[in-house]
C-alpha cells in the first residue's frame, strides 16, 4: 500500500482516566472510541479479555510481546508504560515505526493528550516542547502488528 499509517491514524483522546487501553484499540480499528469502550471496557476491567483477543475475535491476528530492548521494525506497537498520571499505575500507547523515501518515521500516540492538565508522552522524535510532554524511555511491549498488516486493519481492508 503506497500511504504511511502515521498519516492516516487518527490520535484519539480517551475520555476517561482509565480508558488508555479502549482508546488505543479504537484508534487502530479506525473506530468510535464510545462504541470501543462499550464492547470491550468493561469485560477488560473484569479480566475476562484483553487486547489480544478482542482483536482475535475480530480476525486479527497479532505478534505478542516479546523482549524488544529496541524497537526498529515497521510496524506499529502497542505499549504498557508507567502512568505519568496516576501514581503506581500502568498505561496504554501506540508507537509507529515506517521505513519511508528519506529515512525512518517514528510516531507515538498517547491518548491522554490533549486532556487538560495531563502529562503525556512524546518520542525523541518528536519536536514538542509543550512542558505537558514526556520523552518516552521505559516500555513493554504488549504485542506488534506489521506495518502493511497495520494499514489494512486502519483502512479497513480484508486481511
Known sequence: ???YAHEVIELKRQPTNNTCV?????MLLNEDTDLIIDQFHADYVAGKTNPIKFLEQRGIKVNEGRSYHYL???GLYF???PSLNIQATMHQIIYIIEEGGNGWFHTLLDPVKGREGKLYYKSDFEQDDNESSV???GFAVDFFIDIETAKKIITGQQL
Open 79 to 81: 505499549l504498557t508504560v
Open 135 to 137: 520523552k518516552l524511555k
Open 72 to 74: 526498529d521494525e515497521d
Open 1 to 3: 500500500m503506497n500511504f
Open 22 to 26: 479502549s482508546t488505543c484499540l479504537a
